[in-house]
């Protein structure tokens, strides 16, 4: 639930312009597998710098997106489905078959994933932090109420004299940044790595901004719903499985 809600925060940003980032599960699938082969290339590297690494890789493939929006005006739907399939590519040629495990991993960011604080798991608290730096920022900031701005009438937006082109390529490198971030966390809950990690994840994503109140056609929503949101639709999921509902079902 902490790496969708991360996702859910990311792409709340993006929603808002209305625009939509189908990349952020490839981009999380490739920073994940980077990170694991970052360390096993130098294993006595601190996690932090590891962690800052996946979050300015995924920085940097948000910037691709953004630019290629922002520059070419091309619709984000059609940009972002495809790095959805440009990045997962790389992340496959990449990996060439390869799985990473849990050995090969350092033991300080692999407690990360199972670490508590007074009981609440580490990464939920990260998940928090994020959604509420997230919405301060979107509710607090000028650059932050532009973006909701440009998502009710980008036009009129325009015409008041707010660079829309600028505004929407910082809303999908933050999109990214957090793929990244997410990556980071998926690394240290799971250990065990392939070009697989984070597949499928786009719609889920999606899905729990909305659930959580974010309008898909741009304007309103906050990070905190959006994080809400993706809590809910992973103990729908749990729940079902749990239950043991027949996965046709389960997927209806």
């Known amino acids: 639930a902490s790496i969708v809600a991360v996702l859910a925060v990311g792409q709340t940003a993006v929603i808002v312009t209305r625009n939509v980032d189908l990349s952020v599960g490839s981009i999380l699938g490739l920073t994940a597998f980077g990170i694991g082969k970052l360390f096993i290339a130098a294993p006595e590297l601190p996690v932090v710098i590891g962690i800052l690494v996946a979050v300015l890789g995924g920085a940097l493939l948000g910037a691709l997106n953004g630019g290629l929006i922002a520059a070419a005006r091309v619709p984000a739907l059609v940009v972002t489905l495809g790095t959805l399939y440009i990045f997962r590519g790389v992340d496959f040629a990449w990996a060439s078959g390869q799985q990473i495990n849990a050995a090969d991993m350092p033991d300080t960011l692999l407690t990360l994933g199972t670490q508590t604080v007074l009981g609440v798991p580490v990464l939920a608290i990260a998940a928090v932090v994020v959604a509420g730096l997230a919405s301060w920022y979107l509710a607090s900031y000028r650059s932050g109420r532009e973006l909701y701005a440009i998502g009710s009438d980008p036009d009129a937006a325009r015409l008041y004299g707010i660079d829309v082109g600028r505004r929407v390529l910082g809303a999908f490198v933050f999109s990214g940044a957090t793929a990244g971030l997410a990556g980071a966390m998926y690394a ?16 889920e994503v999606v899905a729990a901004a909305v659930v959580g109140g974010v309008a898909i056609f741009g304007g309103s929503g906050t990070a905190f719903g959006a994080a809400i949101g993706a809590l809910l639709l992973t103990t729908i999921s749990t729940s079902l499985a749990v239950l043991r509902i027949n996965p046709f079902w389960q997927q209806a």
Do not use: I, V
């Open 188 to 203: 240290a809950r799971f250990g065990t790595l392939d070009a697989t990690a984070g597949r499928g994840s786009e719609l």
